[in-house]
């Protein structure tokens, strides 16, 4: 229902009078007589929509399947990073998140969860995250569990708990050596042969169990202190049968407020490579990568790589052709599906093996559409609430907020009146607010998006 229809107030054709309609009935006012404040017409049409939102029932989705839990566990870590966000947050307070969420409040919603995705802080620095990791995959095994870490304190007990669950496993590395490591990332000896041991060992267990597809995956921060380096990042990767590689541009030396790219040369190279790799290593590898700088001329690199033959690149990168030529990113998804499927795992689509946990998408009338409103639940160490990892959070949007009788109403939670609004919005083809080119926001026909990610 349009809310003009129950309230609006409008210029008639001669101008001189204001046609005000309430429920359908119709008043017309001299507006000489009658002076309007857009503020209080304003937020007397926001309650009716918020009414109408709240009231139409094609918005509500329960408590949902498939519920992608990204919990902010701890905020604190055992690396100080140079490019670090969260460390050069001065007199941050280390917290973990309250007990009585994770093993109490959301008790009622594991059995309908797809993924929990520890985030924010480095999960294996706390001896809580790992006991909470043992709970989730000794109770509820067919959660499947998506670590993301920088590897130092990756040792054999947590080796042991990613293999037994089938752990979807990310090193962020950021660096080739010890040198570039300590240039790029902490400028602290041993810690990159450190790192470097334990992500071999793990590798080396995996294929011991004859999991090598649950190879782990990738990322390295790159800013003016590593461009030179992204080649040859990507090459050891690729050595030791690494097939999911992401990078991110340093959105702390360039300011996502200025086009101002420090050592724009090699920033302009570096993106040219991971252009024309992400094309030539395409169901091979997946490459990706996030600028979140301004970059204007990006289009034209995309030009440029569009023109180039991949025999050209073929030769341009025949070392790295060499080494994946066998790859095939979806045997590697079926085999690992295969293995998911026989020890009870809940099961992803091709799209979310590529793509990750936080963007997941559905079909609504024939269109691809951020599922993130039903089903993605963000939730702070501190109880604060987001839907994706794009959306920030807000002070006001609290889990704790949706308390009654010491428990969580998750149905209230789920169907609340910002998560239908943006339900009705990304329907509608609106993702104002949210991050630009994200790959859940295309609003792609459905067929495509099946004929793309090989869905019958």
Same mark, same amino acid.
């Given at each position: 229902m349009k809310t003009d229809k129950i309230f609006s107030v409008k210029?008639?054709?001669?101008?001189?009078?204001?046609? &005000?309609?309430?429920?359908?009935? /119709? =008043?017309k006012c001299k507006?000489?007589?009658i002076k309007f404040k857009n503020e209080k &017409?304003?937020?007397?049409?926001? /309650? =009716?929509e918020n009414f109408i939102i709240m009231h139409d029932k094609s918005l509500d989705v329960g408590i949902p399947n498939n519920i992608v839990l990204q919990l902010c566990f701890n905020n604190d870590c055992n690396c100080k990073c140079n490019f670090c966000t969260i460390y050069h947050q001065q007199g941050l307070a280390s917290r973990i998140i309250n007990p009585d969420i994770v093993y109490k409040q959301l008790l009622p919603l594991y059995p309908k969860t797809l993924t929990i995705f520890p985030t924010y802080g480095e999960i294996t620095h706390r001896k809580e995250g790992y006991e909470y990791l043992k709970f989730i995959n000794e109770k509820y095994h067919h959660i499947n569990i998506h670590v993301e870490s920088n590897g130092i304190a990756f040792d054999e007990k947590w080796?042991?708990?990613a293999i037994d669950n089938l752990m979807s496993v990310n090193f962020s590395i950021n660096g080739i050596d010890e040198e570039s490591y300590r240039r790029t990332t902490w400028d602290k000896e041993g810690i990159f042969t450190r790192v470097q041991e334990n992500i071999k060992k793990y590798i080396e267990d995996l294929d011991k169990n004859n999991l090598s597809e649950f190879r782990p995956s990738f990322t390295c921060v790159l800013n003016s202190t590593n461009y030179q380096n992204t080649l040859q990042f990507i090459k050891n990767a690729l050595e030791l049968g690494i097939w999911k590689i992401c990078f991110y541009f340093d959105c702390r030396e360039n300011s996502v407020n200025s086009m101002q790219v420090k050592d724009k040369e090699n920033f302009e190279n570096s993106l040219m490579t991971l252009l024309e790799l992400e094309k030539l290593l395409l169901d091979k590898v997946r490459v990706g990568f996030r600028v979140y700088m301004p970059c204007k001329n990006i289009s034209e690199y995309e030009e440029k790589v569009a023109k180039m033959s991949i025999e050209d690149l073929k030769a341009k990168y025949s070392d790295i052709w060499e080494i994946v030529k066998d790859f095939d990113t979806y045997k590697i998804y079926q085999a690992k599906t295969q293995k998911r499927k026989e020890q009870g795992k809940a099961l992803y689509s091709y799209y979310i093996e590529m793509a990750g946990n936080c963007y997941n998408q559905h079909d609504y009338n024939g269109t691809m559409i951020c599922e993130n409103p039903d089903t993605h639940l963000r939730i702070r160490e501190d109880g604060r609430l987001a839907v994706c990892s794009f959306i920030g959070y807000k002070d006001s949007y609290n889990v704790y907020n949706f308390m009654e009788n010491g428990a969580i109403n998750w149905n209230k939670l789920f169907n609340d009146e910002y998560r239908r609004r943006l339900r009705r919005n990304f329907r509608k083809g609106n993702y104002k607010g949210c991050m630009k080119n994200c790959i859940a926001a295309r609003h792609i026909k459905t067929a495509d998006f099946k004929t793309m990610y090989k869905e019958s």
């Open positions: 210029n008639d054709e001669r101008n001189t009078h204001k046609i &005000i309609t309430v429920a359908g009935l /119709k =008043i507006k000489d007589k &017409i304003n937020r007397l049409k926001q /309650k =009716i080796r042991k708990l």
